[in-house]
């Protein structure tokens, strides 16, 4: 089974589905393989793809294989396909996160903290700010 995204004529990513696995050898009336990309007017998708890395399915392991790594990151409703790049990005969440050109990723100007807590990002402050849970 394959991933698959329908994109606008702007390239963001407004569906997808599930369709015939890119192995799956087809042969059309002339005896040439179905390119399913072309067959579905869609664009294939890495399920689990994230920042150009393939990981192992339902943990955070990569992928002995990484040919199955491509287009970046797995995309979703939203995302932009960018031709150049051959690669899905999503929606910039803040304005003053900017374009990691490796993995197609958006950072923080602030790296995350590494000391175990749980944060959220304020753009009016341009830096991490903790979550205080209250009990």
């Not at 799956?24 to 793809?49: F, Q």
């Not at 294989?65 to 990005?89: L, T």
């Not at 830096?127 to 009990?135: D, G, L, S, T, V």
Request: aromatic share 14%; charged share 25%.
């Amino acid at each position: 089974m394959a991933h698959y995204v329908i994109l606008n004529e702007n390239n963001f990513v407004i569906n997808g589905h599930v369709g015939r696995d890119e192995n799956d050898i087809v042969l059309d009336d002339n005896g040439n393989p179905i390119d399913w990309e072309i067959y579905y007017g869609a664009k294939r998708t890495s399920y689990n793809t994230r920042g150009g890395v393939h990981y192992q399915a339902d943990n955070n392991t990569p992928s002995i294989d990484q040919s199955k790594a491509f287009r970046k990151n797995c995309a979703g409703i939203g995302y932009y396909y960018d031709p150049i790049r051959d690669a899905f990005i999503p929606p910039k969440p803040f304005p003053s996160w900017t374009l990691n050109e490796e993995s197609c990723l958006w950072q923080s100007p602030v790296p995350y903290p590494n000391d175990g807590k749980r944060y959220t990002w304020n753009e009016d402050i341009l830096n991490w700010q903790e979550i205080n849970f209250k009990r």
